[in-house]
């Protein structure tokens, strides 16, 4: 899969959105640098992608600076490049959650990974960051989301996942685009990419309590306004596509 060049967009103070748009599948992918003492990058997409990254990175800084590496859920797009990172970075280090650092981490990593209990806070100077394990969303046992206080960012990996290429960042409500991406997925090969469980509607009105400024999506446009509304919005949205799946699935 070929990605094109780089977009590289501030989305929020010295936060900086790094998109590489893979025509072939209308889909585009989003890994995030925050420039700051200890700088942070958030995702960081396929091993192929790495000259891509590394040019998109160098605009804004030299990759060897960086000092923290994190993600949401072990996957090739998460993640698939970090040992190439952690050998460009010799500072560089991965910080996850207890359960993605003792199950995949401890063997993946060239490096051992730093783990976050629920109450740490990751400070890279200026910026403080949570990092909450959010279970089977948007899938996979050790996934979770960051949050970074000052900005109210938060990076929500697969959450409000949208095709195509659009802009950087809106502010016009995202939960159309996400509602038919969930839906035509729903049609196809990929149904219940993201699970419809039990806890999902409460960790997403958990993550609404956040009233994030900044919702930094993987897969489309962040989006940039009211946070809480659009993830209580989502939940709905979720409900309404998957939650009916969901339940004939475990119909007896």
Same mark, same amino acid.
């Given at each position: 899969m070929q990605g094109n060049p780089p977009r590289v967009t501030e989305i929020a103070p010295d936060i900086f959105?790094?998109?590489? $748009? &893979?025509?072939?599948?209308?889909?585009?992918?989003?890994? @995030?640098?925050?420039?700051?003492?200890?700088?942070?990058? @958030?995702?960081?997409?396929?091993?192929?992608?790495?000259?891509?990254?590394?040019?998109?990175?160098? #605009?804004?800084?030299?990759?060897? #600076?960086?000092?923290?590496?994190? @993600?949401?859920? $072990?996957?090739?797009?998460?993640?698939?490049?970090?040992?190439?990172?952690?050998?460009? &970075?010799?500072?560089?280090?991965?910080?996850?959650? $207890?359960?993605?650092?003792?199950?995949?981490?401890?063997?993946y990593s060239s490096r051992p990974a730093r783990v976050l209990m629920p109450e740490d806070r990751l400070v890279t100077g200026k910026y403080c960051f949570r990092y909450i394990h959010t279970p089977q969303l948007p899938h996979g046992w050790d996934a979770g989301v960051m949050f970074e206080e000052k900005t109210r960012t938060l990076f929500c990996s697969d959450l409000f996942h949208h095709g195509g290429d659009p802009e950087p960042i809106t502010e016009q409500d995202v939960l159309g685009r996400v509602r038919a991406e969930l839906t035509a997925y729903q049609a196809g090969p990929l149904a219940n990419y993201v699970p419809f469980t039990q806890h999902t509607e409460r960790i997403l009105h958990g993550l609404a309590e956040l009233k994030p400024r900044t919702? &930094? &999506?993987?897969?489309?446009?962040?989006?940039?306004?009211?946070?809480?509304?659009?993830?209580?919005?989502?939940?709905?949205?979720m409900r309404e596509v998957l939650g009916k799946a969901a339940s004939v699935t475990s119909a007896p």
């Open positions: 959105q790094i998109s590489i $748009f &893979a025509p072939e599948i209308n889909l585009q992918f989003n890994a @995030f640098l925050v420039r700051d003492d200890e700088p942070l990058l @958030f995702h960081t997409l396929f091993r192929r992608w790495v000259p891509l990254m590394r040019e998109g990175i160098a #605009r804004l800084l030299d990759p060897a #600076r960086l000092r923290w590496i994190s @993600f949401s859920h $072990f996957e090739m797009d998460e993640c698939g490049a970090l040992n190439e990172w952690l050998a460009e &970075a010799p500072r560089a280090e991965a910080a996850h959650n $207890f359960v993605g650092v003792n199950v995949n981490l401890h063997d919702i &930094a &999506a993987q897969h489309g446009s962040a989006y940039a306004g009211d946070g809480e509304r659009a993830l209580r919005g989502l939940a709905q949205v």
